[in-house]
DNA sequence: ACAAAAGTGTTACACTTACACCCATGT
DNA sequence: ACATGGGTGTAAGTGTAACACTTTTGT
């Protein structure tokens, strides 16, 4: 009684068994970039619910596993990699966004490089690349989820370096630029973009060229990233806030 | 058999029944300011586990709430007020950050007014505020939520206009700078601050003054926000990346 | 008159933007 | 020689950063 008037409404906060009635699960945005056009890994669902939408690459999250520890694994299969970055996007927990059930989706992004021992892997487990920016319906709440990734991509790109899972190891000034022209949804001056991204110090300049494709005849210059560099901007941050 | 050798690994996403084994909760990360600091409330935990810890604002979410809803409902409780906004921090979902089991934390953070009328509302509750940037141990993950939600309340600060509900309706430019070095945790040059502000169009000039305290002798002109600027920057954004 | 905080302007520099032509190469 | 995309420089304007003194008021 008298801990009542000095301790007031309680918190809730103890739990009773059935509360622990909900379902966990992860999915991952997979972004690549091929050149032309960002793109997101996605595989057709199988069965119901959502029979025929497309769905991201998603797995259940047993009682005892780590989120993160599962969308790695998930990855790592999917790709036939276990390199790259993956990066926590948010906890999505509305009540019915599964109608199997209550389950709380922690979903993560990440960037990975198109190439031939992925794509072959990729294959082989079921999925295919669309266009991040003309993407089908999804199943569950997975479209906003990839908007969600989107967002967040954008946001990474105007703070931080982005490309060195995306891009090939060598890439030309224009592949870049397409790159983030794709990312944040907008374009921009070539020789503008240029100086600013070489002043970052974040390229390193090669002696080698290609040629974008038959008709151009003019071969252009092959770029790499400086890899000190990229890391040390990718955690302090650099500013591409722009146009 | 034919099948398998088309739709390869399927993906882990049909729900077995004991794989609903989780709960879940919610915490508000919510801040205050009181001219001089930045404030977090926090309550005493009462009983295992973490006894004597402090603790955020936290509930239980039931299997058939959703996690906003309930979040909103805890800060009424609080504060005693429903106005004033509620931000999606992050869901953390790791699997030992409560020792009773397997909960997953939907958590928000929220900026509210120190007036009278919540001074005593949190009184009642059991809650008192601390500075943001000396906050004891607190019970589960809660410090890591924190420190997540302060990083939060930088990048916001940096890119769209704070304060209409941490000052009160009137308050002087070194209030407003002061909230803002708070937050970042850097000082600012007064002049530079002041221009960049006043031309942001986001602060009306009044014709009354206060003296900020009793040593100062000259009195300090009063702003108030311009509401509807306010909400314009708030959604389109605009930058305070600043020295 | 003095103490205290409020308030105010200028200058140098760096970055952003806008803009158009020549270059190197393959056919 | 011509067609194609690659590559380059400059000038005007805007924003940032660094800096110190005057003003107003209460005691």
Redesign the interface.
């Known amino acids: 009684m008298l801990d009542k008037l ?10 009773s068994t ?8 992860t999915s991952v945005v997979v972004f690549g970039f091929d050149g032309e056009n960002l793109k997101i890994l996605v ?2 669902k ?2 119901q619910p959502f029979e025929g939408d497309s ?1 991201i ?12 520890y599962v969308a790695k694994e998930l990855l790592t ?1 999917i790709t036939g990699r276990n390199d790259g970055m993956l990066e ?1 996007l ?6 019915f966004r599964n109608p ?5 989706n ?1 979903a993560y992004y990440c960037t990975i490089r198109l190439d031939e021992t992925s794509e072959n892997n990729l294959r ?3 999925y295919l690349w669309v266009n991040a920016h003309e993407v089908p319906r999804l199943a569950y709440d997975h479209n906003k989820i990839l908007e969600y990734a989107k967002e967040r991509l954008k946001r990474r790109v105007k703070g931080r370096p982005i490309g060195f899972n995306l891009l090939p190891a060598e890439f030309t000034l224009n592949n870049i630029q397409k790159l983030y022209e794709c990312a944040l949804g907008k374009e921009f001056d070539k020789r503008n973009f240029r100086r600013k991204l070489l002043k970052s110090q974040l390229l390193i300049e090669t002696e080698r060229f290609v040629r974008s494709s038959e008709r151009a005849k003019r071969p252009s210059r092959l770029y790499m990233f400086n890899e000190k560099e990229y890391r040390t901007l990718s955690l302090k941050g650099y ?1 591409f ?1 722009y146009q």
Chains 1, 2 share one sequence.
């Open positions: 000095k301790a007031p409404t309680p918190m809730r906060i103890e739990f059935d509360e622990f009635k909900v379902a966990l699960a595989a057709n199988i069965g769905i690459p998603s797995s259940i999250v047993r009682i005892e596993e780590d989120p993160a299969r926590k948010n906890g999505f927990a509305e009540p199997v059930g209550r389950v709380v922690i082989k487990e079921g500013d806030i």
